[in-house]
């Protein structure tokens, strides 16, 4: 029995109550090992060179708080 087979007939065992948390992990890792593209690999290597040099600025507040921040620019 392949990997695949076994995992499909452990679902048939799961109790309905649970069966959420496994979709919910099914759902995440079905998701294609992709790699940046070109510009994200970019913008990851301007982050990095930003924190070797000490520069940039960080934020620690919430989510809201940034959003708010930069709506007031």
Do not use: W
């Not at 452990?10 to 109790?15: A, M, Q, S, V, Y």
């Not at 979709?23 to 070797?52: K, S, W």
């Amino acid at each position: 029995m392949s990997g695949r087979e076994f995992a499909k007939s452990l679902i048939d065992r799961i109790p309905e109550s649970k069966m959420m948390y496994i979709i919910a992990y099914l759902q995440g890792a079905a998701l294609p090992d992709e790699t940046p593209n070109a510009e994200t690999r970019a913008a990851i290597e301007e982050v990095d060179g930003m924190i070797a040099a000490g520069k940039g600025e960080h934020f620690a507040g919430s989510t809201a708080d940034f959003f708010s921040q930069l709506l007031e620019e």
